[in-house]
């Protein structure tokens, strides 16, 4: 029974989930009254005493005793069946567990009888394993039409050798899950089904490519519906998390807000690009007219039908803080469309995006006046689904 009981709690919350952050304390999904579960903050070993963090916020102080029992779980089981035992000097700051007792009625301490721990390390291996499949068999791009009667989406994918069309058949068997309004985490995406999705939203999927190479068998699906606008920095709160830009479209003043789980990446200035995109004769990939070369599907940024994947190629450039970004720079972000239009919960942003909203602008006809910088975002850039 005991066996049982930690399987359907950790089956229904995974003890990695991420949990909606706006709740408060009393409606935590992480504390309930024989467990909470978060990640922990500090350890005091003299005083037998843990405090953690839930998903949502919340604090916890874990009381420990001589008869806690200490369990560590790979991330992925389901049950303790192959669960080792620890102790607790063994658990460490950053670690996610589950401390199982009867919780105080104000939800703020629970002395626990078992203390269930997934080590920081061990979460990192398996994010970095799971985030390596999609890359590797993962397609990421914007839904332009959908077919109910034979379930099918169809996206487009820019690369630097045009737009390709492919075509996603979703079955039964296919796992579909949604980002929700303000949501900014991969893990934070709901379940949801083939009606949800609409024409303009972007979608990564994890699967096979056929042997036509425009059509893609998906195992799991995530989609949701984003906003990606491009802005000029004009403040930086840093304590805040707040970024001040005047948009690049319309010239409206927005708020982004950069949260802690956002993902902010700098573009390289134009002359680093070649080495970057890994540009040789005859085009990227150094193939005549662009085409990659023999065999290089499976490489990052490479794509069937020839060209260099734009969204690969962002989430391939390197990480920065929110005390890298200054004013003056021009920045995309996207976002969940949100209650208030005029702020942005940022789920990525790149910074020195200048330089790539040149390179994807439509160029000007002699005589023509140089679009609105603005013009270089278009439909086929989709970074705002992340990785795991």
Known sequence: MRTFFFAAAIGLTTLLASHTASM??????????????????????????????????????????DKTSYKRLAPGEQSLTNATDVTLADLGEGD???ARGTVSEDRTSVPAAMVIVMTKSDLAKKQ???RAEWRRRGILGVITALKPDTNEITISNRTMAGTQTIVIPVSEKTEIRRYAPDSIKFG???????????????????????????RFNPEKVVTGSFRTVGGVVTAIDAATGEVKINELEKKTPLTIVVKQDAVLRKFPPASEMG??????????????????????????????GGGFNINDMLERLPTISIADVKAGDT?????????????????????????LLAMLAPRPQPGQIAPNPAAGLGSGISFGIGLP
């Open 188 to 214: 934070d995406a709901k379940p949801s089904n083939f009606s949800e999705l609409k024409v303009g939203d972007q979608l990564r999927a994890l699967g096979d490519r056929t042997q036509d190479s425009l």
């Open 331 to 355: 920045i995309i972000v996207s976002s969940t469309q949100g209650v208030d239009p005029t702020r942005l919960t940022a789920i990525s942003m790149v910074t020195g995006a200048d330089t």
């Open 128 to 130: 970095e394993a799971e």
């Open 24 to 65: 408060a304390q009393g409606t935590d999904p992480s504390i309930t009254a024989k467990h909470a579960i978060g990640e922990v903050k500090t350890i005091d070993s003299a005083a037998k005493q843990l405090t953690i963090k839930t998903d949502a916020g919340s604090v916890v102080t874990v009381s420990l005793s």
């Open 96 to 98: 996610r567990v589950m």
């Open 275 to 304: 080495a970057m995109m890994g540009r040789g004769p005859g085009g990227p990939g150094g193939a005549p007219g662009g085409q990659p070369p023999q065999g290089a599907q499976g490489q990052p940024g490479r794509r069937p």
